[in-house]
């Protein structure tokens, strides 16, 4: 979800049974204030022989426009699909500055180089100045 040039911008990922999906789309098409752009994709479950990788993420540092969408970057350059997200801010405990949190739970296929994402990610955190942590959740 993206704030651009005054417009919300924002993908939303909806489950619908296949009978029931042309008349979704017509319906969401219809609403006048509302551009639409629909992509059927497969029901999400993994392809036969495919694990899915599960990793965990946090990040804290000082808060500024562009955080999300630059790591949202990273993760797409590397397929990584977040799958929760939940983000808030505070204050810092000596300077009362405001710090930007963020949470997500990540999902990747097996082929994910993690070491390459790892860098990408470190490279952000010097730019952001931020402290940055990516587990690998085992099942």
Do not use: C, W
């Not at 790591?71 to 939940?86: C, D, M, P, Y």
């Not at 952000?124 to 940055?132: G, H």
């Amino acid at each position: 979800m993206a704030q651009l040039a005054g417009k919300f911008a924002g993908v939303l990922k909806l489950s619908v049974a296949p009978e029931y999906a042309p008349a979704l789309q017509a319906a969401l098409i219809a609403i006048p204030a509302l551009t639409v752009i629909v992509e059927t994709s497969p029901d999400g479950t993994a392809a036969a022989g495919v694990r899915n990788r599960h990793l965990s993420f946090s990040l804290v540092g000082h808060d500024r426009l562009g955080i999300v969408r630059e790591i949202s970057q990273v993760f797409a350059r590397h397929g990584v699909n977040v799958e929760k997200l939940t983000t808030y801010t505070s204050s810092a405990p000596m300077s009362s500055e405001t710090l930007f949190h963020a949470e997500a739970e990540l999902r990747a296929d097996e082929h994910l180089d993690a070491s390459a994402l790892q860098a990408d990610l470190e490279r952000l955190s010097n730019d952001l100045i931020a402290d940055i942590n990516l587990d690998e959740k085992t099942a």
